[in-house]
């Protein structure tokens, strides 16, 4: 009669004292900090210095006036001096443009902000160097937000609009205050007694240009200040990425390749020998179903228990069970690429190096190159301007949705054309994942 046989024991010292234990760990978590900390703190470092051909509008509907038989246009004077302002020149891609056309850049986010120079701006100014007046009527420049493109890309282009009318307002308060000293000289001269300017009116000329402040596009009070899209967005990316390691190790457990562990249980199946395109291929249809299922339940938390303002839901939905999808069979080609590594892999690719290169937080216009050539071809930038467009601009093409539902559909045929053409590569090449059996020894009575 044969002893039954035992695993090799180890002791928890002994597995301790094994380098392949600690050295494989070392260099795989020291060289994950390493490199997310490089790539989400280096695009995060200097965003203003960074800053770049950002986006602002310049809407001048200046009439001018007349002042002493001549002609003064002042927003074309003030236009043409920010447009050629050598300290925006690189920085501000500004866009002179009318102010329905400026409406419509916000209403598609294609600007971050907009600054408009009103019709009466020149006769205000002009009415200043006139004749005193009990209520005098400033100049002033309205500032248009727009935080549905980006709250931190709108703050900065508030905050160099904001600047720009403080240049404006000192330029014009010197040359009304040379006029006004020009003035009290001349009357001086004539009557003898002319009274200088009083103390709010000497204020009012040195600093003659109000700002007002309003918003662009609106945006609803449930929209996290612009950033729902984003957070949306990463729920999609999350579900797809998460997704696609659940089920390609429900896949495994029910073939055999995999030990099920729920607690002190353990349970394995006998292995089943599946090719490696028969895996891939199952694992994409159970994803691309349930996609469907994640998508309907994401925007069921979003919108029904949570409240975010949402309208165009049947496109919500549809669109986040197609980024899904997207995401997922990316996560998936990438685990039957990889194999182990794949998780890692997958984590960089559609987190690590797509989150800082997605515009969501920092404009694209505000991040080092390195970044702006990733967000060209980076999943999560582009589910970010899907599920933006369809959140805050009425689910319009021409704000997003076009280039994200293109960069999706090529995204999802690209990763499952990689995944089937090396799982097939591997199956021709007898690289299987199941193990055959091997004959046991028979012990001799």
């Known amino acids: 009669m044969s002893e039954p046989t035992h695993p090799l024991r180890v002791s928890a010292r002994g597995l301790l ?65 920010i447009t050629g302002s050598a300290d925006l020149k690189e920085k501000v891609d500004w866009k002179t443009v009318d102010r329905r056309t400026a409406d419509d850049l916000l209403a598609r986010g294609k600007v971050f902000g907009a600054l408009v120079i009103p019709d009466d701006f020149s006769a205000s100014v002009a009415a200043l160097a006139g004749p005193a007046q009990r209520t005098p009527h400033p100049p002033t420049m309205t500032v248009l937000t727009n935080p549905a493109a980006g709250s931190f890309g709108s703050s900065m282009a508030t905050e160099i609009n904001r600047k720009v009318v403080e240049t404006t307002s000192a330029e014009v308060g010197k040359q009304l205050g040379q006029a006004a000293a020009s003035t009290h000289r001349t009357g001086a001269a004539a009557a003898h007694a002319a009274p200088a300017p009083g103390a709010a009116a000497q204020l009012m000329i040195a600093d003659p240009v109000h700002l007002s402040v309003q918003e662009g596009h609106h945006l609803g009070q449930h929209s996290g200040l612009g950033l729902s899209a984003f957070f949306y967005a990463l729920v999609l990316v999350l579900g797809g990425m998460l997704g696609a390691n659940v089920i390609h190790m429900q896949v495994d457990t029910a073939l055999g390749y995999a030990a099920s562990d729920k607690g002190p249980f353990r349970i394995v199946k006998p292995v089943q020998h599946a090719t490696r395109v028969h895996h891939f291929l199952v694992c994409s249809a159970l994803m691309v179903v349930l996609s469907m299922l994640t998508s309907a339940l994401a925007m069921a938390a979003a919108v029904g228990v949570i409240g975010i303002d949402a309208s165009n839901l049947p496109m919500l939905w549809l669109f986040g069970t197609c980024a899904t999808a997207a995401m997922g069979i990316t996560a998936l080609a990438l685990l039957a690429v990889f194999g182990t590594p794949g998780p890692l892999v997958s984590m960089l690719v559609l987190i690590g190096l797509a989150v800082p290169s997605a515009g969501a937080t920092i404009p694209i216009q505000a991040l080092p190159d390195f970044y702006r050539f990733l967000a060209e071809f980076e999943p999560f930038r582009q589910v970010v301007d899907g599920v933006r467009s369809i959140l805050y601009f009425g689910a319009r093409t021409d704000a997003g949705l076009g280039h994200a539902w293109t960069m999706v559909g090529i995204g999802f045929g690209a990763s499952l054309a990689l995944g089937l053409a090396l799982t097939r590569l591997y199956d021709r090449r007898g690289l299987h994942r199941s193990t055959p059996h091997l004959a046991q020894p028979v012990p001799v009575g």
């Open 17 to 81: 004292r094994r380098r392949g234990v600690w050295l494989p760990s070392a260099v795989i978590l020291g060289l994950l900090s390493f490199v997310l900390s490089l790539l989400y703190l280096g695009a995060n470092n200097d965003p203003v210095g960074a800053t770049k051909d950002l986006p602002i509008a310049l809407v001048n509907t200046d009439e001018g006036a007349r002042v002493a038989g001549k002609r003064i246009d002042l927003g074309a004077q003030i236009t043409a001096q």
